[in-house]
């Protein structure tokens, strides 16, 4: 039996879920609302998910790598060069599990890797790994 | 090594004739035959690909559908049951020793609350599992995206081949032949289409 014990407060933060397919990103919100974060945008591609992060505000970004139009990982990139932007915690849930793949995320700053298919204990484990370690809880 | 190295022009030349035995022998195996055919087939395999990736789609869409009317269901029944289990131990406690059967009665009311609160909590847990498991839509639709452009390109390449080779037969009725197997929608013919066909045969 699986007791639900949230040790962390998400609830005050908004997340951007971005992944092309519709099923990955109602899979991923359903598992952080379990989490316990309570505000969601989605995003089906990089360029979507930009525009949002520079017209509202979000703090912390869920986003797939292989995307149409803009890929996650220029997405990330994009991130880590705008001024007001950079510090925004980002996790990279994706299929690519190539080492040179996750060095490449790795180096243009990504704060977590997941590897589809994932479980959700994975998925809360590093969502809080990566809160504690930018001291946001 | 110390060939000459052949210039442009021969260069050409040799791939002029390579290219004429090549067109030459095709025609011969009737290999040009075999790819006209497959040239006719590649769309519709394409079609019945991208409509498995429709059908899955579908699929995981309607259980992450059915997931979110049960999840909160779940979450409410989960905090009313703990609710009601605070408030008869409460009660149990005011109460205490003034009339035995009522207690008895309470005390297994609490312990049912109790209980309904693990069951709910459990129940939430095999929907997130079930939910997990939807994710090979996104993992087989990516899947067959890529095998959908590989599929295009082979077919791109081929038809040029062809144009090249033997550009008469593209328009060369296809025979139909063998079982086709499930057709996408749009192409198959419905009960009533089939049932009106047989009738016009005399079924």
């Known amino acids: 039996m699986q007791s639900k014990v949230i040790f962390m407060d998400f609830s005050k933060f908004t997340v951007l879920v971005v992944d092309d397919f519709a099923t990955m990103r109602r899979i991923v919100s359903n598992l952080l609302r379990e989490a316990g974060f309570e505000h969601f945008s989605e995003a089906e591609d990089g360029a979507e998910a930009l525009r949002k992060l520079e017209s509202s505000s979000f703090q912390f970004v869920v986003s797939d790598w292989n995307m149409p139009k803009m890929t996650g990982l220029d997405l990330l990139k994009s991130v880590r060069n705008s001024d007001h932007l950079k510090h925004l915690p980002f996790l990279l849930v994706t299929a690519e599990a190539r080492k040179e793949n996750i060095i490449e995320a790795a180096q243009a700053g990504a704060d977590g890797y997941i590897v589809k298919p994932f479980t959700s204990a994975t998925l809360k484990d590093k969502v809080e790994a990566i809160f504690k370690r930018k001291g946001l809880i | ?203």
């Open chain 2, 1 to 203: 090594m110390t060939a000459n190295p052949i210039n442009a022009e021969q260069a050409f030349k040799e791939l002029g004739q390579i290219t004429r035995s090549l067109h030459e022998a095709m025609s011969e195996l009737g290999l040009t035959q075999g790819l006209v055919e497959i040239t006719h087939e590649i769309p519709d395999a394409r079609d019945r690909l991208s409509h498995v990736g429709q059908m899955t789609e579908k699929a995981a869409t309607r259980v992450l559908d059915l997931i979110d009317v049960a999840q909160p269901a779940c979450h409410s029944f989960k905090t009313e049951s703990q609710c009601m289990a605070a408030e008869i131990e409460s009660i149990r406690k005011r109460a205490q020793g003034r009339a035995d059967e009522v207690d008895d009665v309470m005390a297994v009311a609490q312990m049912f609350s109790t209980e309904a609160a693990s069951f709910a909590d459990a129940q939430n847990a095999v929907l997130s599992d079930i939910m997990m498991t939807q994710d090979f839509q996104d993992l087989s639709g990516q899947v067959i995206k890529k095998v959908i452009a590989i599929i295009s390109q082979t077919e791109q390449q081929l038809l040029s081949l062809l144009m090249h080779s033997a550009p008469e037969h593209l328009c060369m009725e296809r025979a139909q032949v063998g079982l086709a197997g499930p057709q996408v929608p749009d192409k198959a013919l419905q009960q009533d289409d089939v049932d009106s066909m047989l009738a016009s045969l005399g079924f």
